[in-house]
């Protein structure tokens, strides 16, 4: 069964122009097999489980927004355009489709499809929810659709249209490596690939060049913003080359790096709770010892502002393995546990960004710590029971481990440790 797909049925006859009038078909969209399309007609008080309309603009919209629908993991820069970009409601010229937005996670993209109606109720798609598909199976099915309505476009002898033109030129670019970089670059800093000025694209390139070797770039690129991106690059290099930014070796970090099972097989965030478990277990079991780690992450950090905010912090792993957390102010101690999840996965020489964003290395870092500060195990004995919880229990909650609300509510939440009321 597939994660996401388009399905369609037979083709219909439809007016011009000629590329909407021979691709009508009545499309519904599911998710994991179920329906996320269903429609409700006001007027006959009839419900369909999708709509008719020409596939046409549907996939010029996907081929158009390829890169950024795929790769574009910053929904935070305030982009004018974003929304454009990767909701499914745009793509119809004029026809009635579902608010459903693809909102790129790296490993998976996250839809999330809310209700819509039009002409005061007189249609209405009723679905909404949320759910992540893996990345591949997105882009699998994008590809799919898109080739279906080339076929039957080619099959009537229709050449040159702007979608058959954008497939040839993505196509081409998965077959050029250092092109299909370029553009996901592109994708990730808000840029159509296409449109890019020739100041953006050396811009782009020229950051790559100078960070690649010690910095994860589709981190960076994903956090930074194109207006700052020169001035950004040349503080993270000057981070990173500067060995006068580095603190006193802790043993107790090296030991901890050095000796944590490999749990390479979790999901990000399973990952990050299975390890911050073991590290809680064997080096922090008890809360004295835990304020000793914060006091630790306190003396290997270097105050500095980080420029236009583009990322919350870095860890420096030095060439001899030893850490340098760069702050801009006081850690708390959920960044504490944070630095402490990026670090353990850090080769010599590298700088790890620590982010707002959804990536997999963030969401092992946000799990790691959550664990490590506010364990599932221990917050179920505080909960002692209860099958629901309100906003005071977690306000208390929050106190006791002083780690914000959202943490400790999340814990409860994925853990399943009671309802939140």
């Known amino acids: 069964m597939k994660e996401f797909e388009f399905k369609i049925h037979s083709w219909l006859e439809g007016a011009s122009p000629i590329e909407l009038a021979v691709t009508n078909n009545f499309l519904s969209i599911l998710v994991s097999g179920e329906i996320i399309s269903d ?17 046409y603009p549907i996939a010029e919209w996907i081929a158009a927004n390829w ?13 004018e355009d974003f929304r454009y970009c990767h909701n499914l409601s745009f793509s119809g010229e004029g026809y009635f489709l579902p608010d459903l937005s693809f909102l790129p996670e790296t490993d998976v993209v996250n839809l999330e499809w809310k209700k819509r109606s039009i002409n005061n109720g007189e249609l209405q798609f009723l679905g909404q929810g949320q759910t992540k598909v893996p990345f591949d199976d997105i882009q699998s099915e994008f590809a799919s659709f898109i080739q279906i309505v080339i076929e039957r476009l080619e099959t009537l002898g229709i ?3 702007p979608l058959q033109k954008d497939w040839e030129a993505i196509r081409k670019a998965y077959n050029d490596q250092e092109e299909k ?4 670059a592109c994708a990730q800093l808000g840029i159509d690939p296409y ?11 020229d950051s790559h060049e100078i960070l690649h070797k010690n910095v994860d770039v589709n981190e960076f690129f994903n956090a930074v913003s194109m ?18 930014i580095k603190k006193k070796a802790n043993d107790l970090f090296r030991e901890i790096k050095e000796r944590i099972p490999v749990f390479n097989d979790y999901q990000p965030w399973k990952r990050g709770y299975k390890e911050a478990q073991w590290v809680r277990a064997n080096f922090f079991s008890t809360n004295f010892m835990l304020n000793d780690f914060y006091s630790m992450i306190e003396d290997t950090t270097h105050y500095e502002d980080i420029p236009f905010d583009f990322c919350m912090a870095v860890t420096k792993t030095s060439d001899d393995l030893n850490p340098t957390f760069i702050h801009p102010g006081r850690v708390s101690h959920f960044h504490a546990g944070r630095l402490l999840g990026n670090y353990i996965h850090s080769s010599e020489n590298t700088c ?29 004995n ?21 780690i914000n609300d959202s943490v400790i509510r999340h814990q409860i939440e994925n853990h399943k440790l009671a309802e939140i009321a």
């Not at 960004?353 to 179920?380: G, H, N, V």
């Open 181 to 184: 970089d370029f553009c996901i």
């Open 39 to 55: 429609v409700f007609h006001q007027s006959n008080k009839s419900t369909a489980n999708g709509v008719y309309l020409p596939l």
């Open 195 to 205: 449109v890019v000025t020739e100041e953006q694209a050396q811009c782009i390139i």
């Open 227 to 244: 207006k700052s991106i020169t001035e950004s690059t040349e503080w993270l290099a000057k981070i990173s080359n500067d060995k006068s």
């Open 159 to 161: 050449q040159d249209t």
């Open 352 to 380: 790890k960004l620590m982010t707002k964003l959804y990536t997999p290395e963030q969401k092992y870092s946000r799990a790691f710590a959550a664990e490590l500060i506010a364990p599932a195990e221990s917050l179920r």
């Open 382 to 402: 505080d909960l002692k029971g209860k099958y629901c919880v309100c906003d005071d229990d977690i306000v208390e909650l929050s106190q006791k481990y002083q």
């Open 67 to 79: 890169w950024r629908l795929l790769f574009e993991c910053n929904r935070q820069r305030g982009n």
